[in-house]
Structure formats: structure tokens, C-alpha cells
């Protein structure tokens, strides 16, 4: 069973996914939240699986929620779910942590599809949104200080050669399907890799991992 929190300032809004989650024999509510304050404190209390976060809200906002909710180690994963799609509000969602971005006029099956995605560990963000979003921003990366890059690096420096091939392919917007094409490796093979990758770099999912591959120049914002 996926548990969820569902954040959103307007209560039809909350309703309409709860009657949707609801719906599902697999997934339930634990409870709601109108604002970012109380999206984080009820995070801490219910511990969710999920938590579908809106990112336009009174007071604290869905991007600082979300790196709240994230910095404090818990279990739970954000689905950031927002009215427009500009590729700002992905960027900052991504990089505060969320493990996906959607539309809120996204099918309902694609929804349901995202919480499932999002709770097994996964990113919901499609390989090639990542790759525009970090093709575009990748300038605005902080820049890291000696000791983080030196962590960096030592983290980089225990994947092996075909590890590493991988993790660039994922950095470069690749889905498995694709690697294992490229690598003329059976699918299974490729997820045994992006799992291990995401172990040894202390990544959470493939988003995080996309943004280390581009972090340690494995790959660059032409895509090389």
C-alpha cells in the first residue's frame, strides 16, 4: 500500500485527487495539507510514501516545502504537481529534492502512474524533459567547494567502466529501453546498473543521478 499527502491550497483541488487516489486499491490518503508550513509539518508526523506538493502556495511555497521536507532525511518522496508548465518551477522542483514534475492537466492515469513511479524509487520526469531542463540551466549550477568536489569525485571513482557508461547514458536523457540497445545489454541488466549506480553516488533516484553525471562532467550541456 502507497501512502500519500496531498498539498494544495484549494480544497476542490484536494478533493479531486483524494476522490482519485481513493479510487485506487493500491494507494491512500493520509492526510492534507492547504500550505508549505503545514505540508512539512505533517510530513514529519504521517511519514507518507508520496507526497503530491502544489508549488503556488500562501507563505512558504511548494519548492521551499519540498527542500524542507527533503533535508530532513525522512522517507518520503515529492511529486511536485503545478498549474503551469514552465520550466523554471521543474528546475527548481528537481533541484530541491523532488523526484518528479507534473501538469495538473495530466490524464489521470498518468497521475496515478506518477505516484506509483515516484514511490518505487523512480523519477516521473521523462529523460528528455531532465536533459532540456539541464541543457538550459546548467550554467546555474552552484559551484562546488574543494571538499565536496573531492566527495564528489571519490564517489565517481568507485563505479566501474560499464557503470559509468550507463550513467552517462542517463545523463544524456537516455531511458533504459535505449541503453540497453546502445549496450546490447537485456533490460534487467540495464536497471541491476541504475540501481547500483544510484547506491554507490548516494543518488535518491534517476533525476538526482542525471544532475551528478553532469556535476562531475560526464556529461556536458551540448550533450557530449
Keep these: 500500500m502507497t501512502t500519500l499527502l496531498i498539498v494544495d491550497d484549494h480544497p476542490l483541488q484536494r478533493m479531486g485527487f483524494r476522490m482519485l487516489v481513493e479510487s485506487q486499491p493500491d494507494l491512500v490518503v493520509l492526510g492534507e495539507a492547504d500550505n508549505g ?26 519548492i521551499e516545502a519540498t527542500r524542507r521536507i527533503i533535508a530532513a532525511g525522512g522517507r518520503s518522496r515529492v511529486l511536485v504537481l503545478t498549474t503551469f508548465d514552465l520550466d ?43 536533459r532540456r531542463l539541464l541543457d538550459r540551466f546548467a550554467g546555474q549550477f552552484p559551484v562546488e567547494g574543494e571538499d565536496h568536489a573531492s566527495a564528489t569525485a571519490e564517489r565517481l571513482g568507485v563505479l566501474t567502466d560499464r557503470e559509468k557508461e550507463v550513467l552517462t547514458a542517463i545523463g544524456r536523457g537516455w531511458n533504459n529501453t535505449e541503453i540497453a540497445e546502445r549496450f546490447h545489454l537485456a533490460e534487467s541488466t540495464v536497471k541491476t546498473h541504475v540501481g547500483r549506480i544510484l547506491a554507490k553516488i548516494g543518488a535518491r533516484d534517476r533525476v538526482q543521478a542525471v544532475i551528478f553525471a553532469y556535476n ?7 550533450g557530449n
Excluded: C, H, N, W
Design 37 to 62: 508550513a503545514d505540508a512539512v509539518r505533517r510530513a514529519t508526523e504521517l511519514g507518507p510514501d508520496v507526497v503530491l506538493m502544489d508549488v503556488r502556495m500562501p507563505g512558504v511555497d511548494g
Design 88 to 130: 523554471e518551477y521543474a528546475y527548481a522542483a528537481l533541484r530541491a529534492g523532488a523526484s518528479g514534475f507534473l501538469v495538473k492537466d495530466a490524464q489521470p492515469e498518468e497521475l496515478l502512474a506518477g505516484i506509483r513511479v515516484v514511490a518505487a524509487g523512480d523519477a516521473v520526469v521523462a529523460p528528455k524533459l531532465t
Design 216 to 222: 562531475t562532467g560526464l556529461v556536458s550541456p551540448d
